[in-house]
């Protein structure tokens, strides 16, 4: 949605933000395999956008699908660096028993 608004600052237009209800079915599929830019060019041409494919090295700041997917990964991985997740006893006893258990 960051794109989207700096995207239609440049283009003196306005960009339908992503919603839960558009998310919601799709990340499913992203999730499960889908290139992660196919799901961000189709996302865009949704909205009339076309970005050039670029590189995977293009910084987060680059207007490529690579530049986005890799502001998407560090934007990721930002979140989960945030967050602390206590595992349930289970899942420990689990993880300990296979290591017990090679």
């Known amino acids: 949605n960051d794109f989207l608004l700096l995207r239609g600052t440049q283009d003196n237009t306005t ?6 209800e558009e998310y919601t079915p799709l990340k499913h599929t992203w999730v499960t395999g889908a290139d992660r830019h196919a799901g961000l060019r189709m996302f865009l041409e949704q909205r009339g956008l076309k970005l050039a494919q670029g ?11 690579s530049g986005l ?15 602390t997740i206590t595992p349930c006893s289970d899942v420990l006893t689990l993880l300990k028993d296979l290591a017990e258990e090679g």
């Open 15 to 20: 960009y339908q933000p992503v919603t839960e």
């Open 55 to 65: 590189t995977s090295t293009d910084p987060p700041t680059e207007h490529t699908l």
């Open 69 to 83: 997917g890799n502001a998407k990964r560090a934007k990721f991985r930002e979140i989960v660096s945030e967050v």
